[in-house]
């Protein structure tokens, strides 16, 4: 989509007032979704606001928008921001300021998501004039997005030959919420950390139930979506 929007000149952030006022409005149901998610067990409370004094001391929790755009998959709008806190406790001492990155959306049963992003794969993407959301995808599935088979921060992606040892089960569970079946599963353990999973004719199903079943023919690759460390001043959604 072409983008008619103006970037700011130090933090590269959008200045929301270039873009549309439809997009605008859309933009703002998707953060206003996130910010009032009702499951407290899933979802940190998003509290934005300003109180900060002349001095400057006081605290302030705000948003900035660095890109949005249309999923590949679903075709729905996707945004990716910036939540910053701003912490000054004395006239004299120097704010602390901290900062977490987002790509927010929905999901296909309509609630909404918050995944944690690296904030150094949106400021590359920005500086080569690519798409921030496909950038972020990319990083999520340590993979190109569009060759993905998409559940949630889940995904399968078809290979050529398996690797590690076969297991008797014929289904795994991952993160207590994606349960995958296939004729074979095999399993090898990364060299950094985790197990990857490579299996055959595999079908995933989300146990919560929030995104539909996905399946594919022949070897493929399971692939745990990254999350990067944040600050807890603002939560994410889990999957």
């Not at 990319?138 to 921060?153: K, P």
Request: charged share 25%; proline share 3%; with cysteine.
């Amino acid at each position: 989509m072409k983008q008619n929007y103006k970037r700011g000149e130090r933090f590269k952030e959008i200045i929301f007032s270039t873009v549309n006022n439809t997009m605008q409005k859309k933009i703002m149901n998707i953060i206003e979704g996130v910010k009032n998610a009702q499951k407290v067990d899933e979802h940190g409370n998003w509290d934005f606001h300003n109180n900060v004094n002349y001095d400057g001391v006081g605290e302030a929790v705000n948003w900035d928008l660095y890109d949005y755009g249309y999923d590949y998959h679903t075709k729905k709008l996707l945004c990716a921001i910036q939540i910053r806190q701003y912490v000054k406790r004395r006239k004299s001492h120097y704010p602390q300021i901290r900062k977490n990155y987002y790509l927010i959306g929905k999901n296909e049963d309509s609630t909404y998501f918050a995944h944690p992003v690296e904030g150094r794969v949106i400021h590359c993407a920005i500086r080569k004039k690519e798409s921030v959301i496909k950038a972020v995808q990319n990083w999520i599935f340590n993979a190109d997005y569009t060759t993905v088979v998409r559940q949630g921060d889940m995904g399968m992606l078809s290979c050529n030959k398996q690797k590690g040892e076969l297991l008797e089960e014929t289904q795994v569970i991952l993160r207590n919420s994606h349960r995958i079946e296939a004729d074979k599963i095999y399993v090898s353990l990364k060299s950094d950390s985790g197990n990857e999973y490579y299996t055959l004719n595999p079908k995933m199903i989300h146990i919560p139930n929030l995104h539909p079943e996905i399946s594919l023919e022949g070897w493929c690759r399971i692939i745990e979506g990254k999350r990067t460390a944040y600050w807890n001043f603002s939560a994410p959604t889990i999957d």
